[in-house]
């Protein structure tokens, strides 16, 4: 098409922009920590019944995330007829070491939650929709003898299932699921609460399934200005 030249360099610039603001779009989406978020949520819970805010133990929290880990992407073990837990040894001999928790400064666990769906959801979603399924999971919530609450989010794998804990805790905040140096081991895929940082690796980057869009787009107009 030679009486259009400025046709090409502007559809690629106008393709290019179009890539960028979707890019930005997605990256707002997977750049938030959804434990931190579910952590707010809770604590919004505790504070319209009555009951007090929890502080966010990192270390805590690390623990709740290798709890997910102990059942292997295996949502079917999550409640009903087939649950399971992992063992309460593995708190000291696994869980506290993976995540450089002072196993001396472990604290009793006074209440779990845990879910696990197919499809990622919202923080909130998951928590209503999927932690509070059980009778007995508002009184957990709203339990007086909390005083530290951990969360953590993980998908399998890189994707589904997605598993979603919650562990409380009763301990003293400055002496309770200790870490070693004051930072938590990171380990993924899985985000956790009360580290201060942002986490996108519970749930895959949207951005690259974008690419198969754009290398369908760019090869279109490949094909026009090659005719």
């Known amino acids: 098409m030679p009486g259009l030249p400025w046709l090409l360099p502007l559809s690629l610039l ?5 890539l960028l603001s979707v890019s930005a779009d997605v990256q707002i989406k997977v750049t938030k920590n959804p434990a931190d978020e579910l952590v707010d949520v809770i604590n919004n819970n505790r504070t319209a019944s009555k009951s007090s805010s929890l502080y966010d133990n990192p270390g805590l929290a690390c623990i709740a995330l290798q709890y997910i880990k102990a059942y292997q992407g295996d949502c079917a073990a999550v409640g009903g007829a087939n649950a399971k837990k992992p063992p309460e040894a593995d708190f000291a001999e696994i869980f506290a070491p993976n995540c450089g928790v002072q196993t001396l400064s472990l604290s009793p666990i006074t209440g779990r939650l845990l879910g696990c769906e197919t499809k990622y959801v919202s923080p ?27 969360a953590a989010v993980s998908g399998s794998d890189g994707g589904s299932p997605y598993f979603w804990c919650v562990l409380f805790s009763n301990g003293t905040s400055n002496s309770s699921f200790v870490l070693e140096g004051g930072v938590a081991k990171i ?8 580290a201060n940082d942002e986490c996108s690796s519970a749930y895959p980057s949207q951005v690259r399934h974008l690419w198969p869009f754009v ?13």
């Open 124 to 150: 909130s979603k998951a928590f209503s929709g999927i932690l509070m399924q059980k009778e007995k999971s508002i009184e957990i919530v709203t339990d007086k003898n909390h005083t530290e609450v951990g």
């Open 14 to 18: 106008l393709l290019l922009l179009l």
């Open 187 to 194: 380990s993924k895929p899985g985000c956790f609460s009360g």
């Open 215 to 227: 290398a369908s787009g760019l090869v279109a107009l490949w094909c026009v200005f090659a005719l």
